[in-house]
């Protein structure tokens, strides 16, 4: 199981992209929970996006940090999550690479795999 800041639980499950979608859709949440919470304290001068951003990133280092701390204990999990993490932020990455990735004797092809 992965915990946020905020002490809320991600577990793990078999099927990676449904873990990878909870651990992104829980990680954007309560981030935004945190910014809005975050906002209304007395002093602080931030603005919302700005406090949100920095809780998404504290969110991935606190995450990271167990990762490192899960690879002592299961290494091949481990390198799964990574891996994992790796593939799908590709794949969400692909759109906006469409026009630049083209095989030269594909007569400009849009399509790739």
């Not at 910014?35 to 304290?41: L, V, W």
């Amino acid at each position: 199981m992965i915990r946020l800041l905020n002490g809320y639980e991600i577990n793990y499950t078999e099927d990676f992209d449904k873990f990878f979608q909870n651990l992104l859709e829980a990680i954007i949440f309560e981030s935004k929970q945190s910014s809005i919470r975050k906002k209304k304290e007395e002093g602080e001068t931030r603005n919302e996006r700005d406090i949100f951003l920095q809780e998404i990133m504290d969110n991935c280092i606190y995450v990271t940090h167990q990762l490192f701390t899960l690879y002592q204990d299961n290494e091949k999990l481990t390198k799964f999550i990574i891996t994992g993490f790796i593939f799908n932020s590709i794949m969400m990455s692909l759109p906006g690479y469409s026009q630049v990735i083209k095989i030269p004797d594909d007569g400009g092809a849009d399509t790739v795999h």
